[in-house]
């Protein structure tokens, strides 16, 4: 078996990153936000990226989904994805739930999630991951019929996972996923990413302000400062050094 | 210039409608006021439906970019030189049984073909390179097509063909030929309905319906309506938003086209001036709906369609731009949302 399966480009070792990003810069107009930045996220890990207000945290996140333009080196599943229109960074396997949640406020819960699903075309694989969606999510279920706007913030952000996750994705970028949402449904967002997407073998980088938790669910994390990693660990070193505590866990 | 002048003034001659007439026919107390009323709603109507069409052009463009696409009615003129053409090529000056229908049909798909295509390159060209520039860059590129589009109907009817006159003026309006006759199809008391009147409701209510079902149910219009509403959002779901919105162009250019045939062929003349005044009736009637949703510019090309009419009927012609224009005043004044659109954009 490994002596076949050595020959194809999948199997390049088990310690491939499935996303490595090398030297990621990006301005806006004159500010230069990241001085260059390295991420290596390894299949089926949670790993988590810090940092204060301002940091660069969703910026890079932006650049990863070619949203943001910027320089440096991005590789997603051994293919590099630096040159690519952001649909396509989809169409790879790499999705982002971004900031805000950017759901579509005026399409029913329903059509959300079927854009989720925008670049399949298997009608009946699609029926059965929205059922899945609404397993994981049973809110969403009862809401299915309403418009997305009139959701609550909690809801719209288990829409927007649940949307990300209709494209059956490799990997999955969460950006501040508790960000303005009441702490019970936070936990219960938290507990469904650790518990089932991990369990499920998923791999996610998760942009959090709420370091504690973060850092709590987390493999390995990225202390980030000003568009620089500072810092690297995993996630049970860096909730006890002395430096990440003072300044991100109060 | 001087020949300009003088087809503004034909122009305006023929705004002087068959509807006007009805007017001073009842201001002479030759029809009875309640056919009167009838049969300026009839062709109110049906012009109404026609300014819906074009609308929709309009309200859908500025739904997925926020752009109100001025060069949107002399596309519509455009397409009517189009279909002139074609029929001057086929060299048919009357329509009847199925031969008829064939070439109707073919004229209406061409043209609707033509301005989809058409529109869509515009966009390509003139609008998608400022994507990025501000509202302001984009409106007035709109502004600049529209000119070359303008220009391009001028130059267009000087070609030497029977259609153009030979091309002896390019700038006089051209006659339309009466493909469809304005015979009366039906008749109830004194009111009457023609066989263009028919026309109009049997090209526009379809396409209407299939609109709605495209926006409504279709994978390509929740696309369009999920890139109106979050861009950045859409992209990120893996949908290529700049081939949606020029999806959105080639589909309202192309009722456009639809709604010039049956505007040609209701109104028998046409002219490179005549997208300006298309243009601002469903500009205004997409204002009146609420810009941006599509209910809102049937609903307001409707309305329009109507009042022109009555204003024709029972005011006089000279004064339907007065009243279209403050009306459009006091929606902007009062209701600058429209009719059906939103009070306020919801925050995501």
């Given at each position: 078996m490994t002596i076949a399966s050595s020959t194809t480009a999948q199997a390049i070792g088990p310690r491939t990153p499935l996303l490595r990003v090398h030297g990621l810069k990006c301005s806006y107009g004159q500010a230069q936000v990241l001085h260059g930045i390295d991420i290596e996220v390894f299949p089926g890990e949670i790993v988590s990226m810090i940092g204060a207000n301002g940091a660069g945290k969703s910026t890079a996140l932006m650049c990863v989904s070619r949203i943001n333009r910027s320089s440096g080196t991005i590789e997603f599943d051994g293919a590099s994805i630096a040159a690519l229109p952001p649909e396509q960074v989809v169409r790879r396997g790499l999705v982002q739930v971004p900031e805000g949640r950017r759901i579509f406020p005026r399409l029913t819960v329903r059509e959300n999630l079927e854009m989720g699903a925008f670049i399949r075309s298997d009608k009946d694989g699609i029926e059965s991951d929205l059922e899945r969606t609404f397993n994981l999510f049973p809110i969403l279920k009862d809401r299915a019929l309403q418009q997305g706007g009139t959701l609550s913030g909690g809801e719209q952000q288990m829409l927007a996972i649940g949307r990300a996750l209709m494209s059956r994705p490799k990997m999955l970028m969460m950006d501040e996923p508790s960000m303005g949402i009441a702490p019970i449904l936070v936990a219960k967002i938290f507990d469904t990413v650790k518990n089932v997407l991990c369990a499920q073998g998923m791999t996610i980088l998760l942009v959090e302000q709420n370091a504690n938790a973060a850092l709590r669910m987390s493999d390995r994390a990225y202390v980030l400062e000003t568009g620089n990693i500072v810092l690297t660990g995993t996630g049970q070193d860096l909730l006890r050094d002395p430096r990440v505590r003072a300044a991100y866990l109060g | 210039?001087?020949?300009?002048?003088?087809?503004?003034?034909?122009?305006?001659?023929?705004?002087?409608?068959?509807?006007?007439?009805?007017?001073?026919?009842?201001?002479?107390?030759?029809?009875?006021?309640?056919?009167?009323?009838?049969?300026?709603?009839?062709?109110?109507?049906?012009?109404?439906?026609?300014?819906?069409?074009?609308?929709?052009?309009?309200?859908?463009?500025?739904?997925?970019?926020?752009?109100?696409?001025?060069?949107?009615?002399?596309?519509?003129?455009?397409?009517?030189?189009?279909?002139?053409?074609?029929?001057?090529?086929?060299?048919?000056?009357?329509?009847?049984?199925?031969?008829?229908?064939?070439?109707?049909?073919?004229?209406?798909?061409?043209?609707?073909?033509?301005?989809?295509?058409?529109?869509?390159?515009?966009?390509?060209?003139?609008?998608?390179?400022?994507?990025?520039?501000?509202?302001?860059?984009?409106?007035v590129s709109a502004i600049g097509a529209s000119f070359i589009l303008v220009n391009l109907g001028l130059f267009w009817g000087g070609l030497p063909m029977d259609v153009f006159a030979n091309g002896t003026s390019s700038a006089a309006p051209k006659a339309f030929p009466a493909l469809v006759s304005a015979a009366p199809a039906a008749q109830i008391g004194d009111v009457i309905y023609s066989r263009t009147d028919l026309l109009v409701l049997c090209v526009t209510l379809p396409l209407m319906v299939a609109l709605t079902?495209?926006?409504?149910?279709?994978?390509?219009?929740?696309?369009?309506?999920?890139?109106?509403?979050?861009?950045?959002?859409?992209?990120?779901?893996?949908?290529?938003?700049?081939?949606?919105?020029?999806?959105?162009?080639f589909i309202g250019g192309s009722l456009g086209g639809f709604a010039t045939v049956v505007?040609?062929?209701?109104?028998?003349?046409?002219?490179?001036?005549?997208?300006?005044?298309?243009?601002?009736?469903?500009?205004?009637?997409a204002v009146l709906g609420g810009i941006g949703n599509l209910p809102g510019a049937v609903l307001g090309g409707i309305l329009i369609g109507v009042i022109r009419s009555m204003s024709d009927g029972y005011l006089e012609a000279r004064w339907t731009n007065t009243v279209v224009f403050g009306i459009l005043i006091l929606i902007l004044v009062f209701?600058?949302?429209?009719?059906?659109?939103?009070?306020?954009?919801?925050?995501v």
């Amino acid at each position: 078996m490994t002596i076949a399966s050595s020959t194809t480009a999948q199997a390049i070792g088990p310690r491939t990153p499935l996303l490595r990003v090398h030297g990621l810069k990006c301005s806006y107009g004159q500010a230069q936000v990241l001085h260059g930045i390295d991420i290596e996220v390894f299949p089926g890990e949670i790993v988590s990226m810090i940092g204060a207000n301002g940091a660069g945290k969703s910026t890079a996140l932006m650049c990863v989904s070619r949203i943001n333009r910027s320089s440096g080196t991005i590789e997603f599943d051994g293919a590099s994805i630096a040159a690519l229109p952001p649909e396509q960074v989809v169409r790879r396997g790499l999705v982002q739930v971004p900031e805000g949640r950017r759901i579509f406020p005026r399409l029913t819960v329903r059509e959300n999630l079927e854009m989720g699903a925008f670049i399949r075309s298997d009608k009946d694989g699609i029926e059965s991951d929205l059922e899945r969606t609404f397993n994981l999510f049973p809110i969403l279920k009862d809401r299915a019929l309403q418009q997305g706007g009139t959701l609550s913030g909690g809801e719209q952000q288990m829409l927007a996972i649940g949307r990300a996750l209709m494209s059956r994705p490799k990997m999955l970028m969460m950006d501040e996923p508790s960000m303005g949402i009441a702490p019970i449904l936070v936990a219960k967002i938290f507990d469904t990413v650790k518990n089932v997407l991990c369990a499920q073998g998923m791999t996610i980088l998760l942009v959090e302000q709420n370091a504690n938790a973060a850092l709590r669910m987390s493999d390995r994390a990225y202390v980030l400062e000003t568009g620089n990693i500072v810092l690297t660990g995993t996630g049970q070193d860096l909730l006890r050094d002395p430096r990440v505590r003072a300044a991100y866990l109060g | 210039m001087q020949r300009t002048v003088a087809a503004a003034e034909f122009l305006a001659a023929s705004a002087l409608s068959q509807a006007d007439a009805v007017g001073a026919f009842a201001r002479d107390g030759l029809l009875s006021s309640q056919e009167v009323f009838t049969q300026q709603l009839v062709t109110g109507l049906s012009n109404g439906m026609i300014i819906a069409l074009i609308a929709i052009g309009y309200t859908m463009v500025y739904g997925i970019i926020e752009l109100i696409n001025f060069a949107h009615g002399d596309l519509c003129m455009l397409g009517a030189y189009f279909a002139l053409t074609v029929v001057g090529a086929l060299g048919v000056d009357h329509w009847v049984g199925a031969g008829g229908l064939m070439g109707l049909v073919m004229v209406l798909v061409g043209t609707a073909a033509f301005c989809g295509s058409l529109n869509w390159s515009i966009n390509r060209l003139a609008y998608r390179p400022l994507r990025k520039a501000s509202k302001l860059s984009l409106l007035v590129s709109a502004i600049g097509a529209s000119f070359i589009l303008v220009n391009l109907g001028l130059f267009w009817g000087g070609l030497p063909m029977d259609v153009f006159a030979n091309g002896t003026s390019s700038a006089a309006p051209k006659a339309f030929p009466a493909l469809v006759s304005a015979a009366p199809a039906a008749q109830i008391g004194d009111v009457i309905y023609s066989r263009t009147d028919l026309l109009v409701l049997c090209v526009t209510l379809p396409l209407m319906v299939a609109l709605t079902y495209l926006v409504r149910f279709t994978k390509l219009g929740k696309a369009m309506r999920a890139v109106a509403q979050n861009p950045t959002g859409a992209s990120l779901m893996g949908i290529d938003v700049e081939r949606v919105i020029g999806a959105t162009f080639f589909i309202g250019g192309s009722l456009g086209g639809f709604a010039t045939v049956v505007y040609s062929l209701y109104n028998q003349t046409v002219s490179f001036q005549m997208g300006y005044r298309m243009g601002m009736d469903a500009f205004i009637a997409a204002v009146l709906g609420g810009i941006g949703n599509l209910p809102g510019a049937v609903l307001g090309g409707i309305l329009i369609g109507v009042i022109r009419s009555m204003s024709d009927g029972y005011l006089e012609a000279r004064w339907t731009n007065t009243v279209v224009f403050g009306i459009l005043i006091l929606i902007l004044v009062f209701r600058p949302s429209g009719l059906l659109g939103a009070k306020l954009r919801e925050k995501v």
